[in-house]
């Protein structure tokens, strides 16, 4: 039912807003007025947490987000990173959770079409995408729906948009059942002299709409995405939105041409809270005010209000300020693409914002305010209980090959091809490595051996044992895995995954997480440029596990030195860096203890940042000097399950000594920090010579061949045997 812009404003109507009582005598003190309907609906989208930050911008601030190489931090659409010879790197990675759970197919495509528009609204072509997907427990009537749905709308959306899908992530945990998590991440080239910013510039510039129409989908979407689930989820699904990506491909043609012709002043995407949100932060970047008519607006549905216009969350749309003079040739662009053009408003020098719809005045806002003046809360917490350390030698003995194998077939450690061969990992055709190893890696354009590496990383069950250390890791590992590749760890972007911030012990999760990523950022030279928090995600009062995801990028100068995991032919030997003299001894919330004892018991393993940085170093030389033959780290599952990946990668077995310790801890610890290298024997000595050099651990623990993975004094298994239990556990799982 539509709601006239003239309704009485109540209790129930500013709750239903998702604001609080105080929030709303804000409002009320700010404008010296009860607020039309439209305006309520515009400071609900303003001051929603989705868009405000106001439960976070208090810790945000303590992150890095600054480099040598850093050209546009967080506060853009996307941050900026200089990857030399004129070129940046453009990436950002966000959320879209709540309507990927509504409606797993749409939620998830137009998350994939908003981390795009992210990009190139920069003035960025682009070139790689990832997500990072949590879902319930396999066993939850409800995840097989969601994994198919998602995936489907991931690459139907990517795909058809013409970019290559390069990594990402998969976990299972039923603290997910009611609230999956769809992180999807973007990345693009441009050059450092041709970046484009939000920030209007001048007074009586003409406003203009770009791209499709807007309809009634998405409305109020970034207020949902603000609140908790309850038993009345599925009457949320009209505000989730549908996206079209052949629409968007072209309005990506249609914006990189029209900034070649220098038209453009300011550039903002219309994403979360649509019109309003790309409208108000425009104006106010340029102190200045904007006033929009929306009778001007192109729609795609018959009698819609102000309210729905300025809140509707239609795909595919973008708000520019652009020089009168190059009018007409920006509008001849946009209609050779298909696309609408329409001048909806002009900037003004009263720093107000207006609304007229139909010769009426819907609005008339402090336009810094909005934003400037939105509630920012530091909101209590407490810090988590510390978990007693973990006892090994409590454990029952286990076989290790059927250890190794069991948690092959397990959810977490299975194969994710069935995921990743529905996207389209080879378009563009410059793809060096797909899914499947440590990182994505992409060969720069125009460049004849320059790469790009990108990685996403978080463990939760690390982050709930230990926000603090389970943030440091996630940070580490992404590093790790660029490091891994051969690639310079450039930036990074987050997106943080927390449950409601107002209870005390979930705020205190994301303190200390934040905490434990800014200092891994800091000593790893590791710079957060972009990123996302959502917050809210639990239903019924069960919150999800913290789940700060990372997602990083690498730059290789070389791409002909850079390395892989498989195992590259017989005769090899091989090493493991970084390792302590026992190879491994933190079971602590580790994969082999969960799925083998089925317990989660014990800290995270702890992370040394000061270790993990000069180890990695020392790796990432031996590759680029051609030292190294594969290499990769070591994470869930620990080193056993790092060597069987490398055998199936490789077609190859391999016989590994006897650890010098325990062998449960040696083969399945997950200690941080370490690395799996191949090389030719007749470089071993001068590998282990250069690690004494630098007081770094490495230790020759087998050699590369046969048809089998022999670990010290446990059964051979054969690498059929080893595929089959990694390959099979997913296509079984969505076939039944």
């Not at 759970?101 to 939620?107: D, F, R, V």
């Not at 505000?239 to 550039?267: H, N, R, S, W, Y």
């Not at 909806?344 to 909005?370: C, M, S, W, Y």
Request: aromatic fraction near 8%.
């Amino acid at each position: 039912m539509t709601i006239p812009n003239t309704i009485r404003i109540t209790e129930e109507l500013v709750a239903a807003h998702g604001l609080k009582p105080d929030e709303y005598q804000r409002i009320l003190d700010l404008i010296g007025r009860e607020p039309t309907f439209t305006e309520l609906g515009i400071f609900s989208a303003m001051w929603n947490e989705h868009c405000s930050y106001k439960s976070s911008k208090k810790w945000l601030r303590t992150l890095p987000t600054s480099g040598p190489r850093v050209i546009q931090g967080p506060g853009e659409n996307a941050g900026v990173v200089d990857i030399g010879d004129g070129q940046a790197v453009v990436f950002k990675m966000e959320s879209h959770n709540h309507p990927s759970y509504i409606e797993p197919y749409q939620g998830a495509a137009t998350g994939v079409g908003g981390i795009l528009r992210d990009v190139f609204t920069m003035g960025a072509r682009p070139i790689a995408a990832m997500n990072a997907l949590r879902f319930g427990a396999p066993e939850h009537e409800k995840t097989r729906h969601l994994v198919a749905g998602v995936v489907a709308g991931i690459g139907g959306y990517g795909n058809s948009f013409g970019v290559p899908t390069v990594g990402g992530e998969v976990n299972f945990d039923a603290r997910y059942n009611g609230n999956c998590l769809v992180n999807a991440f973007a990345a693009g080239l441009a050059r450092t002299d041709a970046i484009f910013y939000s920030k209007a510039e001048g007074v009586g510039l003409p406003v203009v709409y770009l791209g499709a129409k807007t309809g009634r989908d998405g409305v109020g979407g970034a207020t949902m995405a603000s609140a908790e689930f309850d038993a009345d989820i599925d009457e949320k699904r009209p505000t989730v939105q549908v996206g079209d990506p052949f629409t968007e491909k072209c309005l990506l043609e249609a914006c990189l041409e029209l900034m070649e012709t220098g038209a453009v002043i300011a550039i903002q995407d219309m994403g979360a809270a649509g019109l309003t949100c790309s409208a108000v932060e425009m104006g106010a970047k340029g102190n200045l005010g904007i006033e929009l008519d929306l009778d001007k607006v192109p729609v795609r549905e018959e009698r819609m209000t102000a309210y729905e216009m300025m809140l509707s969350e239609s795909q595919e749309r973008m708000l520019m300020v652009l020089r009168p003079e190059k009018e007409h040739q920006a509008e001849a662009i946009f209609r050779k693409w298909g696309l609408d053009f329409a001048i909806v408003g002009k900037t003004t020098d009263d720093r107000r914002f207006r609304v007229l719809h139909q010769g009426e005045e819907v609005a008339n806002l402090p336009i810094r305010e909005l934003g400037d003046e939105a509630p920012e809360y530091d909101r209590p917490w407490v810090a988590p209980e510390t978990r007693p350390a973990l006892d090994p030698a409590g454990l029952p003995p286990t076989d290790i090959a059927d250890a190794l194998l069991k948690l092959l077939d397990s959810p977490d450690l299975s194969s994710r091809r069935w995921v990743w061969e529905q996207y389209d990992t080879l378009i563009l055709g410059n793809s060096l490595q797909i899914p499947g190893g440590d990182a994505g890696v992409v060969r720069v354009e125009d460049h004849p051996t320059k790469a790009l590496a990108f990685s996403s990383d978080v463990t939760p069950r690390y982050c709930e044992a230990d926000p603090y250390e389970g943030g440091k890791q996630a940070v580490a590992e992404c590093w790790r895995n660029l490091t891994a590749t051969g690639a310079e760890p450039l930036a990074a972007t987050d997106n943080l995954n927390f449950g409601n911030p107002e209870r005390p012990d979930i705020m205190g999760q994301f303190v200390r997480a934040i905490e434990g990523v800014g200092e891994a950022c800091r000593v790893l030279g590791f710079p957060i440029v972009s990123g996302n928090v959502s917050l809210y995600n639990e239903t019924l009062g069960e919150p999800i596990p913290p789940t700060p995801t990372i997602a990083g990028v690498g730059l290789i100068p070389d791409w002909s030195y850079m390395a892989r995991i498989a195992f590259p032919e017989e005769g090899q030997a091989v090493l493991l860096a970084g390792a302590p003299e026992n190879w491994g001894e933190h079971l602590g919330q580790s994969a082999y203890l969960r799925e083998v004892h089925g317990k989660a018991e014990g800290t995270s393993p702890p992370v040394d940042l000061a270790h993990e940085k000069r180890v990695g170093d020392f790796v990432r030389g031996l590759i680029r000097a051609g030292k190294v033959t594969a290499a990769h780290d070591c994470s869930d599952g620990g080193l056993a399950v790092a060597l069987a990946e490398m055998s199936v990668a490789g077609g190859m077995g391999a016989h590994i000594d006897s650890p010098p310790g325990n062998p449960s801890t040696a083969f399945f610890g997950e200690d941080q920090g370490r690395y799996v290298l191949t090389c030719k024997v007749d470089d071993v000595d001068e590998l282990l010579d250069a690690a004494r050099a630098a007081d770094l651990s490495l230790f020759t623990i087998g050699t590369t061949g046969g048809s089998e993975l022999k670990l010290g004094d446990a059964r051979a298994i054969s690498v059929t045997e080893i595929e089959e239990a990694h390959e099979g556990w997913f296509p079984h799982f969505m076939q039944d």
